[in-house]
Antibody
Framework: EVQLVESGGGLVESGGSLRLSCAAS????????MNWVRQAPGKGLEWVGV????????VYPAPVKGRFIISRDDSKGTLFLQMNSLKSEDTGMYYC????????????WGQGTLVTVTS | QTVVTQEPSLTVSPGGTVTLTCAAI?????????PTWFQQKPGQAPRTLIS???TKHSWTPARFSGSLLGDKAALTLSGVQPEDEAEYYC?????????FGPGTKVTVL
């Protein structure tokens, strides 16, 4: 059974850094595309980035490019999101997800971890 | 500027049918955009319902179906149940990454 469990959220000051973790089990992490998605309070979903299964190519949207870094430790089955230069608009619930295709390990979401950036 | 658009809200009667759509402001949505649909209920994490336009996951109820409708992606709920009341998001693979739509609030009344 695929399971994703996020951790590392909390309160951080504007301009600070935070590293989120996502413990993945039930599938081989290095074979999957892995994403981070966030949701500001009362708002919609926003894709934050992906790390692909081609050796680790990453892609980020404009709002986080240059500030956020996705990485993974395949030996530990863990995905990471390093967030730097945090802004108040980065506040929200952060979810890790597998890919969005039809592979057996795709379509899964964690329960999320809350990040609050204070000004 | 919102790249992907969805109906803000729709209301459907129990047992009825409702179709949600997902449009791209730059042109027609195609299978190349790998349209994906998600359901989110209050206080819960989203869950993936439909991938690659029309493929259901093992947990997706049979009453949900995905398609391309004209120049949009579509999610149809047939035989709607009270528990289908939720926010529904579409997502497109667009410009090398993913973009979510703003969501459609479906009310079952």
């Amino acid at each position: 059974e695929v399971q994703l469990v996020e951790s590392g959220g909390g309160l951080v000051e504007s301009g600070g850094s935070l590293r989120l973790s996502c413990a993945a089990s039930g599938f081989t992490l290095r074979r999957a595309w892995m994403n981070w998605v966030r949701q500001a309070p009362g708002k919609g979903l926003e894709w934050v980035g992906v790390i692909k299964n081609d050796g680790g190519t990453t892609v980020y949207p404009a709002p986080v490019k240059g500030r956020f870094i996705i990485s993974r430790d395949d030996s530990k089955g863990t995905l990471f999101l390093q967030m730097n230069s945090l802004k108040s608009e980065d506040t929200g619930m952060y979810y890790c997800t597998t890919g969005y295709s039809t592979a057996a390990h795709d379509g899964y979401w964690g329960q999320g971890t809350l990040v609050t950036v204070t000004s | 500027q919102t790249v992907v658009t969805q109906e803000p809200s729709l209301t459907v009667s129990p047992g009825g049918t409702v179709t949600l759509t997902c449009a791209a402001i730059t042109g027609a949505v195609t299978s190349g955009h790998s349209p994906t649909w998600f359901q989110q209920k209050p206080g819960q994490a989203p869950r993936t319902l439909i991938s690659d336009t029309n493929t259901k996951h093992s947990w997706t109820p049979a009453r949900f179906s995905g398609s391309l409708l004209g120049d949009k992606a579509a999610l149809t709920l047939s035989g709607v149940q009270p528990e289908d009341e939720a926010e529904y998001y579409c997502q497109l693979f667009y410009g090398g990454g993913y973009v979510f739509g703003p969501g459609t609030k479906v009310t079952v009344l």
